[in-house]
């Protein structure tokens, strides 16, 4: 298959194939709508590529298995919807917690609980930062288009085997089912991370040590001549428990500074017109889209409105948005919840500018014209 | 005078372990390890995976590739382990309330799977690590810190269940049983695919105090006083055999393996 | 910037979504951008179902059809649910067995396509493609040859002859009438 031909796909089936391009071969799964897509993909496509799917018991278990699979050296990845993604939380956790590089995929449905599994949603914004239990770092990512949808799961990849940790990629259920036209790049041209493995023999090898200023450490696969030790209890740098509050200061602070010293390096945006911009539009996934078009139509009219759109999520683009905040005289912020992103806005902001919701959580999409009303209400 | 096979197979400087005196669990540890050493396995081919619970604190203790994960899950990420490297052998240490509860699901399903992996059942009927809580199998009638009034559940038997979904190694010895137990662990590492062995283990601290079963060494004395091995129990008549239960080999019909199965889909598509 | 919105509905089973994928397709052959969408939800049950396309020149950002320029109708139940925001300029392709309300658009066909597949070309199941070739032909959406290989893409290993068949019989029920 050459890929630099322009061709129809689509976002879930772009999201599994950007993940074998960034070396998945590892596909742990359960079904659920809609996100089924990526798990069926993967049963056809990984053992041509050499790679193993397997078709979990449960959500639970997808991710157990994903872990195990990435201490065995493979990079592994698994893909839900809100209903699993609750139940993944406490295998997340341990990932954080031991550093295990995999990427989870949530395709956002309508919720709480069962919700509405056949619509859009983007309403597991704060369970993507926060879902697991304790402090824990996160790396959150939202593609807007079929084409992103590669290129991001490509970058989760990386950003997961960098700084060795789970990364989540967020789409939604209009991300996950649309298709559209996309020209991927070539295999050769897309730049691949991998762990960094052990560079002292097993002897001198500590599988948690690392320059406690957020540093990462090394990591060889089980099998490979060193034999160390993952635990979920609070560690000390030889991979044992330890109880010893300096120790777990050392460790907490180390996991939370690995993502604030390289937020330059995580933090991925698109801007959009904004600098003449007195209302800025901040919006993410496949309601960005809707902005845009929305944007456009102000523009047309004369009406000076910018375009922000996180790609990464989760660390927020603080700085970013207070810099907007400084010029702007109004944020929009449209999104398919009932204003999860935006309070992490208004804390940044602080009061410099207004701040305004457009909130959906019916299952419906946001459409450019309820975006357009709302910057015509607001002038 | 420590034996060899502390020396060669322990993390010498992780003991001592936690486990209080009498307990049964490193009388289990010691027969995986001699199992291990009798079947000469690559060290660095080795995982140990575990759960959470007294028993899962083992792999800290043991000088492999170890894997200590969450409450229940331990089969699910060494499912993962062995279909991402199939190379590797796996032996995943759990306890009663970690596999037949809390992890029952991935129970059945590995041995649905039939995956190469052996799991041993450290079972002392009772979570010891929380305070003595009763567990899946805790005898019906008996007491637990949260069965006060005795126990109303009925009792899983974790062979029984395993053979039912699927496992083509299903045995079962006791802690009093040590040398049977090793060789029920070994032959289950030899069998391809899933295997489990149910190591009846004591509790003198919980189980055993809650219940007045006496100290550790009337534990054990139960235990050699109740078990009938497989063997003689087909020429016993059944009053002989009441209140009795079983410990040998209780199940092998080996059966296709998961991860060799998977493997033929990815030559076959070589090929093709 | 030229963009046309269609909307194709009929029954679940019908096809209609891989008949939306055909027609992205064949617009992607032909050099332009396209976007499909699926409706899923609670207006897919109860027998009615649609797939969306739409055709640009330029990009495309907001994925879902407003006011479809064109609008197939392959049962009375599709219809009478999704004909309601049918463009001013719109285009009406509906099969003979429904009755179309009196609705504002520039032009209502009622055409034999259901019949077609079933006796002409021999099959019902393809009354997705013969509805391409219909489509088509009235509105020169795509070029004819795009749609072709779109089809032949897509469609089951065997069956081409079949559906290369259904195309022309949808183009050919237009100039019957």
């Given at each position: 298959m050459t890929n630099n031909q322009a061709k129809l796909m689509q976002g879930n089936e772009a999201c599994l194939e950007g993940a074998i391009a960034a070396g998945m071969r590892f596909f742990a799964g359960y079904p659920i709508t809609p996100s089924t897509e990526i798990a069926e993909g993967a049963s056809e496509r990984l053992p041509m590529v050499g790679g193993k799917f397997i078709q979990m018991e449960d959500e639970i278990g997808s991710m157990a298995a994903v872990i195990g699979a990435s201490l065995a050296g493979l990079k592994a990845m698994t893909a839900t919807s809100g209903p699993g993604m609750s139940l993944k939380l406490e295998n997340i956790g341990y990932a954080s917690l031991t550093e295990i590089p995999c990427v989870i995929v949530n395709v956002q449905r309508g919720g709480p609980s069962t919700g509405l599994p056949t619509s859009p949603a983007q309403a597991d914004i704060m369970q993507a930062r926060w879902g697991a239990h304790g402090d824990h770092p996160s790396i959150?990512?939202?593609?807007?288009?079929?084409?992103?949808?590669?290129?991001?799961?490509?970058?989760?990849?990386?950003?997961?085997?960098?700084?060795?940790?789970?990364?989540?990629?967020?789409?939604?259920?209009?991300?996950?089912?649309?298709?559209?036209?996309?020209?991927?790049?070539?295999?050769?041209?897309?730049?691949?991370?991998?762990?960094?493995?052990?560079?002292?023999?097993?002897?001198?090898?500590?599988?948690?040590?690392?320059?406690?200023?957020?540093?990462?450490?090394?990591?060889?696969?089980?099998?490979?001549?060193?034999?160390?030790?993952?635990?979920?209890?609070?560690?000390?740098?030889?991979?044992?428990?330890?109880?010893?509050?300096?120790?777990?200061?050392?460790?907490?602070?180390?996991?939370?500074?690995?993502?604030?010293?390289?937020?330059?390096?995580?933090?991925?945006?698109?801007?959009?017109?904004?600098?003449?911009?007195?209302?800025?539009?901040?919006?993410?996934?496949?309601?960005?889209?809707?902005?845009?078009?929305?944007?456009?139509?102000?523009?047309?009219?004369?009406?000076?409105?910018?375009?922000?759109?996180?790609?990464?999520?989760?660390?927020?683009?603080?700085?970013?948005?207070?810099?907007?905040?400084?010029?702007?005289?109004?944020?929009?912020?449209?999104?398919?919840?009932?204003?999860?992103?935006?309070?992490?806005?208004?804390?940044?902001?602080?009061?410099?500018?207004?701040?305004?919701?457009?909130?959906?959580?019916?299952?419906?999409?946001?459409?450019?014209?309820?975006?357009?009303?709302?910057?015509?209400?607001?002038? | 005078m420590t034996s060899n096979l502390v020396k060669n197979y322990f993390r010498m400087d992780k003991l001592p372990h936690i486990w209080c005196p009498g307990c049964g669990h490193g009388i289990i540890t010691r027969a995986v390890m001699k199992a291990i050493d009798e079947l000469k396995l690559d060290k660095d081919?080795?995982?140990?995976?575990?759960?959470?619970?007294?028993?899962?604190?083992?792999?800290?203790?043991?000088?492999?590739?170890?894997?200590?994960?969450?409450?229940?899950?331990?089969?699910?990420?060494?499912?993962?382990?062995?279909?991402?490297?199939?190379?590797?052998?796996?032996?995943?240490?759990t306890g009663d309330g970690d596999c037949s509860a809390i992890g029952g699901n991935h129970l059945i399903h590995a041995a649905r799977r039939n995956i190469g992996i052996t799991a041993v059942a450290y079972n002392n009927n009772i979570y010891g690590m929380t305070g003595g809580q009763y567990s899946p199998t805790t005898p019906t009638g008996d007491k637990g810190t949260t069965a006060p009034y005795g126990n109303v559940d009925k009792v899983f038997d974790i062979c029984t269940l395993a053979q039912a979904a699927g496992a083509s190694y299903t045995a079962r010895a006791t802690v009093y049983h040590a040398q049977l137990l090793t060789k029920l662990i070994k032959n289950g590492i030899l069998n391809k695919g899933f295997s489990i062995i149910d190591a009846v283990s004591v509790c003198p601290t919980y189980y055993g105090r809650k219940n007045k079963k006496g100290d550790a060494v009337k534990m054990m004395e139960w235990l050699k006083d109740h078990a009938v091995n497989v063997s003689a129990a087909t020429k016993l008549p059944e009053e002989k055999l009441a209140g009795k239960f079983l410990i040998g080999e209780l199940y092998h019909n080996p059966q296709p393996e998961y991860t060799e199965e998977y493997k033929k889909i990815i030559e076959s598509l070589r090929r093709g | 910037m030229s963009s046309t919105e269609i909307r194709l509905s009929g029954s679940g089973g019908q096809g209609l979504l891989l008949c939306g994928i055909i027609l992205a397709e064949a617009a992607i052959l032909d050099g332009k951008n396209a976007v499909q969408t699926q409706s899923y939800g609670p207006e897919a049950r109860g027998g009615a179902s649609k797939s969306e396309v739409i055709i640009s020149d330029g990009d495309i950002y907001y994925p879902k059809v407003r006011k479809p320029d064109i609008f197939l109708a392959l049962t009375q139940e599709a219809y009478d649910k999704y004909v309601g925001s049918i463009s001013k300029e719109g285009i009406i392709i509906a099969d003979q067995s429904v009755e179309v309300s009196d609705v504002k658009c520039a032009k209502i066909y009622c055409l034999p396509i259901l019949d077609t597949a079933k006796n002409d070309v021999g099959r019902i199941m393809v009354a997705n493609i013969v509805a391409l070739g219909t489509i088509n032909e009235i509105t020169s959406l795509v070029s004819p040859e795009a749609l072709e290989r779109a089809v032949l893409n897509r469609v089951p290993k065997g069956t081409e002859e079949l559906n290369r068949k259904a195309l022309v019989a949808g183009k050919e029920i237009c100039n019957n009438k």
């Open positions: 959150v990512l939202y593609p807007a288009s079929v084409s992103e949808a590669y290129s991001v799961t490509v970058t989760a990849f990386n950003l997961a085997e960098k700084y060795r940790m789970p990364v989540i990629l967020l789409m939604d259920e209009v991300m996950g089912h649309m298709r559209e036209r996309v020209v991927l790049p070539d295999a050769k041209d897309l730049q691949i991370v991998n762990r960094e493995k052990a560079s002292v023999p097993p002897e001198e090898y500590l599988p948690y040590k690392a320059d406690p200023d957020g540093g990462v450490p090394e990591m060889p696969a089980f099998g490979e001549g060193y034999r160390y030790h993952v635990t979920g209890l609070i560690h000390s740098e030889n991979g044992f428990p330890t109880t010893d509050a300096k120790k777990t200061a050392t460790l907490l602070n180390r996991l939370m500074k690995k993502i604030d010293n390289n937020l330059d390096d995580i933090v991925k945006y698109q801007e959009d017109s904004l600098d003449d911009a007195k209302i800025v539009l901040i919006a993410y996934g496949s309601t960005a889209r809707s902005a845009k078009s929305a944007m456009d139509m102000a523009r047309e009219q004369g009406i000076p409105v910018g375009l922000f759109r996180p790609i990464t999520i989760w660390p927020f683009a603080e700085d970013k948005v207070k810099e907007i905040a400084g010029k702007a005289e109004k944020i929009i912020v449209p999104e398919m919840n009932l204003g999860q992103y935006r309070s992490e806005i208004e804390r940044a902001v602080a009061g410099k500018c207004e701040v305004i919701g457009i909130n959906r959580a019916d299952g419906e999409i946001i459409t450019p014209e309820d975006i357009y009303e709302k910057i015509k209400g607001v002038l | 081919k080795v995982c140990i995976v575990s759960g959470i619970g007294c028993s899962s604190r083992a792999s800290g203790y043991l000088d492999f590739n170890t894997l200590h994960t969450t409450h229940g899950r331990a089969l699910a990420y060494a499912t993962g382990l062995k279909h991402a490297n199939p190379d590797l052998e796996i032996i995943v240490i | -």
